[in-house]
Nanobody, 126 residues
Framework: VQLQASGGGLVQAGGSLRLSCAAS????????MGWFRQAPGKEREFIAA????????YYADSVKGRLTISRDNAKNTVDLQMNSLKPEDTAVYYC????????????????????WGQGTQVTVSS
């Protein structure tokens, strides 16, 4: 099983990035998918999650209205569109897969996710 995150980079405050997570070795439609981030010296933080069929989407309050999670089960990919980026969004972003799916109660629990990608760096300059 491999989750390959891509799309990170350096962007100015107010700019946009689109992260993509490509899954191999598993059928993405069987998994709830999530995005987390980790800034230096901080704990890994939940950002967004999407249910198996995409019918339910969840966001951290800190990113609500600026980020949109989506999935294409035919392509086995999950994307994260990030707009109006702020310097505090600077972090390594990780995608993760949960064979148990995701619910409102546990979408932000690191232990809910079975597989993790290697992360992609997002740097937002002021």
């Amino acid at each position: 099983v491999q989750l390959q995150a891509s799309g990170g980079g350096l962007v100015q405050a107010g700019g946009s990035l689109r992260l993509s997570c490509a899954a191999s070795g598993l059928t993405a439609s069987n998994c709830g998918m999530g995005w987390f981030r980790q800034a230096p010296g901080k704990e890994r933080e939940f950002i967004a999650a999407i249910s198996r069929r995409g019918g339910s989407r969840y966001y951290a309050d800190s990113v609500k209205g600026r980020l949109t999670i989506s999935r294409d089960n035919a392509k086995n990919t999950v994307d994260l569109q990030m707009n109006s980026l702020k310097p505090e969004d600077t972090a390594v972003y990780y995608c993760a897969a949960s064979f148990s799916g995701v619910t409102a109660a546990d979408k932000d629990k690191v232990g809910r996710y079975s597989f993790w990608g290697q992360g992609t760096q997002v740097t937002v300059s002021s």
